[in-house]
């Protein structure tokens, strides 16, 4: 999938950006909850302004979806800021193809 690692923060958070284009919400949801371990929590869709959130629990780990512009940022959240599962998780999403239907549903 098209992602970038973004700079991380002086306090430590990382960050990841997901194109808009290369995986719809659904698709990137269905990724994301086949990764063991891993449970969205508290979606939240805006279907007229493009807006996404949730919470993503990842090991006893916090993350954060959300779209500022259009496209999908997940960072870390939270003082732990534990690199083996943040780099388990972004390799998971650097790694998946999603297929033709993923991107439009």
Avoid at 19 to 48: E, Q, T
Avoid at 72 to 97: C, P, Q, R, V
Wanted: hydrophobic share 35%; net charge neutral.
């Amino acid at each position: 999938m098209k992602t970038q690692r973004l700079a991380e923060t002086q306090s430590g958070e990382s960050t990841i950006e997901i194109r808009r284009n290369s995986i719809s919400i659904w698709g990137l949801v269905r990724c994301l909850k086949r990764l063991p371990g891993a449970n969205v929590l508290d979606l939240r869709v805006d279907p007229l302004n493009d807006n996404v959130s949730a919470r993503i629990d990842y090991n006893g780990k916090c993350f954060r979806l959300y779209t500022p512009f259009s496209d999908y940022l997940i960072s870390d959240e939270g003082a732990d800021h534990s690199k083996m599962a943040t780099d388990a998780l972004f390799s998971h999403l650097e790694t998946f193809k999603p297929r033709w239907w993923e991107k439009i549903i």
